[in-house]
């Protein structure tokens, strides 16, 4: 995403306002950014459970994955694009860098977890190629956690603005976003040199363990 696309992203996220996202043909996809603000909760639980070694939370918004991580004296580092999710990630005591994934990021090639949370798998609008940048950042052996669609079949790459709920219009420019499901994620991450460790739902949303 261009960073002159984020500042509805980066207002949300200072004042806890609704955002959502807002498809070329007109679908609204709303993004949970009072989840993502508030403490890791019992879904977050069932992917901080399955984190081991260093980890690297690849667009970390406003920090509760790294947070808790920290809090438990794991190391880990969030990375992110936009400054308000480094300021608010900084502040909940977890560290955290204002970089894109696709620029070099610390520790390249041994950190040995990755989490794709919050339909970041949609970096872009390429997911192929968001999974090949990953596997050169992740050890041999790491492993790389991701969100997906609850529904499986869900292929989308899409362009997007961001969308004011409250008032009912687009601002900024347009960006490419992708969303994707488990058929997808899985025929991608084959491509990429990724086995399949496991798949779970919880509370709605799912996910998948891809190994390196």
Known sequence: MHTGALAAYQDSL??????????ADG????LDIARW?????DVDRTVLRRCHGPTLDVGCGPGRFAAALATAGRIVLGVDIAESAIELTTRSGAAALLRSVFDRVPAEGRWATALLMDGNIGIDGDPARLLARLRGVLAPGGQ????VEPDASVDDRITVRFWLPDVGRAVGPQFAWALVGQDALLRDA?????????IWSSGGRSFARLLR
């Open 14 to 23: 200072r004042d806890a306002q609704p955002l959502s996202i807002r498809t």
């Open 27 to 30: 679908r609204t996809v709303g």
């Open 144 to 147: 790389l956690l991701v969100e």
């Open 37 to 41: 603000l508030a403490p890791v909760d």
């Open 190 to 198: 084959t491509s990429a040199g990724y086995t399949c460790g496991e």
